[in-house]
């Protein structure tokens, strides 16, 4: 069984950066792209940006883009989203995910097969 383990949320300031984390114990990682996702209280989880395997290729939700980085580490088995200049409405719970189709950058949470536990970020003004 895949495990994701999210780290690196907390309370900031508007303005001000934080890195989340997500490390896995799978021993195939690098094969799989890996998305991050939010969750608004009271509200479906939204794409945020993803990462191919090989972590040339990432992509952005427009709300993100300029502001926040995907990156990776397959040596570590680990994958980042750097979080600058971070707004109030960029409050949510984040989460991790593993896509094992191999059928490219997903923004649907549908398409994703492993999940981690979430991490909270909150941003105050």
């Known amino acids: 069984q895949v495990q994701l383990v999210e780290s690196g949320g907390g309370l900031v300031q508007a303005g001000g950066s934080l890195r989340l984390s997500c490390a896995t114990s799978?021993?195939?990682?690098?094969?799989?792209?890996v998305g991050w996702f939010r969750q608004f209280r009271g509200r479906e989880r939204e794409f945020v940006a993803a990462?191919?395997?090989?972590?040339?290729?990432?992509y952005y939700a427009d709300s993100v883009k300029g502001r926040f980085t995907i990156s990776r580490d397959n040596a570590k088995n680990t994958v980042y989203l750097q979080m600058n200049s971070l707004k109030p409405e960029d409050t949510a719970v984040y989460y991790c995910a593993e896509d094992r189709s191999g059928l490219g950058l997903q923004v649907s949470e549908h398409e994703y097969d492993y999940w981690g536990q979430g991490a909270q970020v909150t941003v105050s003004s």
């Open positions: 799978g021993r195939t990682f690098s094969s799989y792209a």
């Open positions: 990462i191919s395997g090989s972590g040339h290729i990432t």
